[in-house]
């Protein structure tokens, strides 16, 4: 939708800076008769911009290394698994704990 001009010489201060802003005038220094006189001469609204697709996260870090860690170690005692991830990864024993229940959370809900 574009703006008329009576539309524009009827905004506040604070809707004349948003419609600059959205049309990418510079609007900073400029007085409201100059954010004015910009706008009726760039009536037309803006493009919306395209969001980037993402797709599903790839681990990195510390967590790629405790996933690789509990992958090779499944069938190992919990403890066991525990120490690995303190002594391997630097991990904490609560973040070994948290990581642990993540990995297991991830990997039985297929995400």
Do not use: V
């Not at 524009?8 to 007085?31: F, N, P, Q, V, Y």
């Not at 954010?35 to 967590?63: F, H, S, T, V, W």
């Not at 405790?66 to 690995?84: G, H, T, V």
């Amino acid at each position: 939708m574009s703006l008329t001009d009576k539309q524009i010489d009827e905004m506040t201060k604070a809707e004349l800076a948003k419609a600059c802003k959205a049309r990418g005038i510079k609007h900073g220094r400029l007085s409201l008769l100059q954010q004015r006189n910009a706008l009726k001469a760039n009536k037309e609204e803006p493009k919306a911009k395209e969001k980037k697709a993402r797709g599903p996260r790839e681990p990195r870090g510390k967590m790629a290394m405790a996933i690789e860690i509990y992958e090779k170690n499944k069938d190992k005692e919990r403890q066991e698994i525990l120490k690995l991830f303190q002594d391997t990864a630097k991990l904490t024993k609560a973040g070994a704990n948290t990581y642990l229940a993540l990995i297991r959370k991830r990997l039985k809900g297929g995400k």
